[in-house]
C-alpha cells in the first residue's frame, strides 16, 4: 500500500512555503527575493542535482523557487527533458560526477521507453524492469561513492495507465524496493502522491491549497485546480508542448513540493547550524 501520510505532510509543508513564494507561482520565470530575517537553519542539502523527464522539467520552475524560498545559499544543477529515460543520463552523470560535488542527487524517470539506449524494450515487460533496474542501480553506483544521498522520485498514475495497466506502479515499487535495501544511500520519494485522488487513483482536478492561485473549476462545491494535462500524463492545464507550460501549473508545483518535501525528510547529514553558516 502506497503511504498516504505523504500528502498530509506536503500540504502542511506547502501552505508554510506558499507565505514565502506566493507572489512568484504566477510567472514561473520571476525571480525571488525573500525578506531578510536574519540566519536560518540550513532545510536543503546545499548542492542538489535533479535529472528526469518531462514531469520534472515541468516542475523545474517551481522547484527552484521552493528550494530558494527559506534558503538561497543552495545551488540547484537541472538536466531534465521530456521524453527521456535513466540511461540517456548516465554518461553526463559520470561526467558530472567527476568534476562536481552534491549532496543529493534527485532521479525522477516515470518509465519512458523511447530512445535508442532503451534498446526497443517494450513497456511493461520483465525486461522493461530489469533494464530500469540495472540503470538505477548504475546512477546509483556514480553517485553514492562521491557522498551524495540518491533520491528515487516515484511518478503519479496517468490516465491510461489507470484505464489499461493494472500494474502500473510496479517501477515505483521497484524504486521503491531498492531504495529499503540501502536507506542510507537512497530514499524513494513518492512525489506522485500529491497530485493522484483518493487511493491513488488518476485525478483531473484537487482542491485548491490555501495562498495558491485558484484558477480551475468548482467541484462538488469546491474550489479546485486543474492538476493534470489533457493528455492525462503532464501537468500544464493548458494546451502546450509538454516540457514547458506558460501558465500556472498547480499539478507541476504540487509535484515540486513533494520533491522538495522528500529533500527535508531524508536522513543524511546534520544541518548546518545559524552560527556557521557563511552568512
Same mark, same amino acid.
Given at each position: 500500500? =502506497?503511504a498516504r501520510s505523504l500528502v498530509l505532510a506536503t500540504m502542511v509543508f506547502v501552505v508554510v512555503v506558499l507565505a514565502a513564494c506566493s507572489n512568484q507561482l504566477t510567472t514561473p520565470g520571476a525571480g525571488h527575493s525573500p525578506s531578510a530575517v536574519g540566519p536560518i537553519p540550513r532545510?536543503?542539502?546545499? =548542492?542538489?542535482?535533479?535529472?528526469?523527464? *518531462?514531469?520534472?522539467?515541468?516542475?523545474?520552475?517551481? !522547484?527552484?523557487?521552493?528550494? #530558494?524560498?527559506?534558503? &538561497?545559499?543552495?545551488?540547484?544543477?537541472?538536466?531534465?527533458?521530456?521524453?527521456?529515460?535513466?540511461?540517456?543520463?548516465?554518461?553526463?552523470?559520470? &561526467?558530472?560526477?567527476?568534476?562536481?560535488?552534491?549532496?543529493?542527487?534527485?532521479?525522477? !524517470? *516515470?518509465?519512458? #521507453?523511447?530512445?535508442?539506449?532503451?534498446?526497443?524494450? =517494450?513497456?511493461? &515487460?520483465?525486461?522493461?524492469?530489469?533494464?530500469? =533496474?540495472?540503470?538505477?542501480?548504475?546512477?546509483?553506483?556514480?553517485?553514492?561513492?562521491?557522498?551524495?544521498?540518491?533520491?528515487?522520485?516515484?511518478?503519479?498514475?496517468?490516465?491510461?495507465?489507470?484505464?489499461?495497466? @493494472?500494474?502500473?506502479?510496479?517501477?515505483?515499487?521497484?524504486?521503491?524496493?531498492?531504495?529499503?535495501?540501502?536507506?542510507?544511500?537512497? &530514499?524513494?520519494?513518492?512525489?506522485?502522491?500529491?497530485?493522484?485522488? @483518493?487511493?491513488?487513483?488518476?485525478?483531473?482536478t484537487l482542491p485548491c491549497y490555501i495562498g495558491e492561485p485558484c484558477t480551475g473549476p468548482v467541484v462538488d462545491g469546491v474550489r479546485s485546480n486543474i492538476v493534470r494535462s489533457a493528455d492525462g500524463v503532464h501537468f500544464c492545464p493548458v494546451a502546450e508542448v509538454r516540457e514547458s507550460?506558460?501558465?500556472?501549473?498547480?499539478?507541476?508545483?504540487?509535484?515540486?513540493?513533494?520533491?522538495?518535501?522528500?529533500?527535508?525528510?531524508?536522513?543524511? @547529514?546534520? @544541518?548546518?547550524?545559524?552560527?556557521?553558516?557563511?552568512?
Amino acid at each position: 500500500m =502506497r503511504a498516504r501520510s505523504l500528502v498530509l505532510a506536503t500540504m502542511v509543508f506547502v501552505v508554510v512555503v506558499l507565505a514565502a513564494c506566493s507572489n512568484q507561482l504566477t510567472t514561473p520565470g520571476a525571480g525571488h527575493s525573500p525578506s531578510a530575517v536574519g540566519p536560518i537553519p540550513r532545510l536543503y542539502p546545499a =548542492r542538489v542535482a535533479v535529472y528526469g523527464d *518531462s514531469l520534472s522539467q515541468q516542475a523545474q520552475p517551481y !522547484f527552484k523557487r521552493l528550494m #530558494a524560498a527559506e534558503d &538561497t545559499s543552495n545551488t540547484t544543477y537541472y538536466s531534465s527533458h521530456g521524453g527521456t529515460a535513466l540511461c540517456d543520463w548516465l554518461g553526463r552523470m559520470r &561526467t558530472m560526477a567527476k568534476t562536481t560535488h552534491f549532496e543529493a542527487v534527485m532521479l525522477e !524517470f *516515470s518509465g519512458n #521507453a523511447l530512445t535508442r539506449c532503451m534498446a526497443k524494450v =517494450r513497456y511493461y &515487460t520483465p525486461a522493461y524492469y530489469a533494464k530500469y =533496474r540495472a540503470d538505477t542501480m548504475a546512477a546509483i553506483g556514480i553517485w553514492v561513492p562521491t557522498g551524495a544521498h540518491v533520491f528515487l522520485v516515484g511518478a503519479p498514475v496517468t490516465r491510461k495507465q489507470q484505464e489499461s495497466v @493494472p500494474d502500473w506502479d510496479a517501477l515505483n515499487r521497484q524504486y521503491a524496493q531498492i531504495a529499503a535495501a540501502d536507506p542510507l544511500h537512497v &530514499t524513494f520519494v513518492d512525489a506522485g502522491l500529491a497530485v493522484e485522488g @483518493p487511493g491513488g487513483t488518476y485525478t483531473r482536478t484537487l482542491p485548491c491549497y490555501i495562498g495558491e492561485p485558484c484558477t480551475g473549476p468548482v467541484v462538488d462545491g469546491v474550489r479546485s485546480n486543474i492538476v493534470r494535462s489533457a493528455d492525462g500524463v503532464h501537468f500544464c492545464p493548458v494546451a502546450e508542448v509538454r516540457e514547458s507550460c506558460r501558465a500556472y501549473a498547480a499539478g507541476a508545483f504540487r509535484f515540486a513540493a513533494a520533491m522538495v518535501h522528500g529533500l527535508v525528510t531524508a536522513p543524511g @547529514p546534520a @544541518p548546518a547550524s545559524p552560527q556557521g553558516s557563511a552568512g
